[in-house]
């Protein structure tokens, strides 16, 4: 390298870590993160693809950009409320207010007039009974499956989980009920076809090999036509008198009806109908974190709270602190998606149209992973070019929205409408680099 080289008036990295921007972001990242970027910086200048100038303030730009975590913030424009690739259930002020509450110490298990260990998690379990005055006790666990794995494991490892054949779901991504079930050394005893299951099926294989009965709700989809299913009100009588637990898995998460949603089973209603335990996700349609819940008769509960396997799959601080603000708060935002006003969706997305000059559509919302299949939201979209999608979501602020039939659509269910604005800008910005693009492309 000879002395005109202009490699040589790179900025050394002691200077660069001396900067006062470098200061400012240790409050945020750490050293090697910082030395990775200031790297990354100077490699770009040595290979030539930035003058030696412009190495401090990419560098600025660069940790600037750069946050803690990589997981970016993403405005759901698919229509689709409880979107498994998007985290599910997004957080309702409270909720996010109470994680912030818990993110230091907490008396999560301490009781602090006495100064003893408590129960952990007693703030989210009375959350819990008074929105479901019918389960006498509740237990919070990690997610759905642990709680199916908790209670199988409980309940009938080394003996038998019975269980119709209409109900052995595939929950998504190749993740199979049965798989998760077999795997906790419990055998699944398979009755009925997959449309029809009759009492008789289940009385037929009753017996000393038993641990419980399991009745899952079938949550992402529907059989037609003729069908036959046993209701937890026929069955348990028959748990009952084998003296076996009656366990629904209702996978969404209503704790109490929905007339929204007539054909969603809900907690109350499954415990009414006799079930002595019922399991449900936090992150579905109740519109919480992560978590399992697993609600129902109080010597039940404390059965599965006593198992060893219970500490493996305990609900965090975190979860715990959101799923109490969840229940005990106001409408989240799940069930404000929900039952978001037809026409308020068509006035927010007339006026997005209006600004941008681009057709509106109607589209159906959809619940998603979290339950009533087929059942339609009707709503409505904007129209714009297919092009637009990758624009979209690679931009800042991301946004996620729907490609269908050559079409790119947004719909503006999931999106908070103090964020049209953003959705508004974030499509104009797109629109300006696709005409870019296309003008490249023409020239
Ligand atoms: C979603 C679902 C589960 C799993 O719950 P996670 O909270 O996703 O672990 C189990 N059973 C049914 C019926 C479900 O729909």
Request: glycine share 10%; aromatic share 2%.
């Amino acid at each position: 390298m000879d002395q005109a080289d202009p490699r040589r008036r790179i900025p050394r990295t002691n200077d660069l870590l001396a900067l006062p921007a470098v200061g400012q972001a240790r409050t945020r990242l750490n050293e090697s993160v910082i030395r990775d970027l200031v790297r990354q910086v100077q490699e770009q200048a040595r290979r030539g693809e930035l003058p030696p100038g412009q190495v401090e303030p990419t560098l600025i730009a660069a940790l600037e950009a750069r946050h803690a975590t990589t997981l970016q913030p993403v405005l759901n424009a698919t229509g689709v409320i409880v979107h498994t690739n998007l985290g599910r259930a997004p957080l309702s002020a409270g909720a996010v207010d109470a994680l912030v509450a818990a993110s230091g110490y907490v008396d999560v298990e301490l009781n602090l007039a006495d100064g003893s260990r408590s129960r952990r998690g007693a703030g989210a379990r009375s959350a819990l009974l008074a929105a479901c005055p019918a389960a006498e006790d509740a237990l919070v666990v990690n997610n759905g499956a642990a709680a199916l794995v908790l209670a199988t494991t409980a309940f009938a490892a080394g003996r038998e989980v019975v269980v119709s054949r209409g109900e052995l779901v595939e929950i998504g991504a190749g993740f199979r009920l049965t798989d998760l079930m077999e795997s906790t050394g419990a055998r699944l005893r398979e009755v009925g076809t997959t449309n029809r299951t009759h009492l008789q099926d289940y009385a037929r294989v009753l017996g000393p090999d038993t641990g419980c009965i399991l009745k899952v709700h079938p949550s992402n989809f529907r059989v037609d036509g003729f069908t036959s299913a046993v209701s937890l009100r026929e069955l348990s009588p028959l748990a009952r008198a084998n003296a076996v637990p009656l366990v629904a898995d209702l996978g969404s998460g209503l704790l109490a009806p929905d007339p929204h949603l007539p054909d969603e089973p809900d907690v109350a209603s499954a415990l009414a109908a006799g079930a002595d335990v019922v399991i449900a996700s936090g992150d579905k349609l109740m519109g919480g974190p992560q978590a399992g819940l697993l609600l129902g008769r109080k010597e039940i509960i404390e059965r599965l709270a006593r198992h060893p396997l219970a500490r493996a799959v305990r609900a965090d601080k975190l979860a715990l602190a959101a799923l109490e603000a969840t229940v005990a708060g106001a409408e989240p935002p799940v069930v404000q998606s929900l039952h978001a006003d037809v026409g308020q969706l068509r006035r927010r997305t007339d006026r997005l149209a209006g600004a941008l000059g681009v057709p509106v559509v109607p589209h159906d919302g959809r619940v998603g992973g979290g339950g009533a299949p087929g059942f339609p939201l009707p709503g409505w979209a904007l129209r714009l070019p297919e092009g637009l999608a990758v624009l979209l979501r690679t931009g800042d602020p991301a946004v996620l929205p729907r490609v269908h039939d050559g079409s790119c659509l947004v719909d503006l269910r999931c999106i908070p409408a103090a964020d049209d604005d953003r959705v508004l800008e974030a499509i104009r910005r797109a629109l300006a680099n696709l005409d870019l693009a296309d003008a490249g492309r023409a020239g």
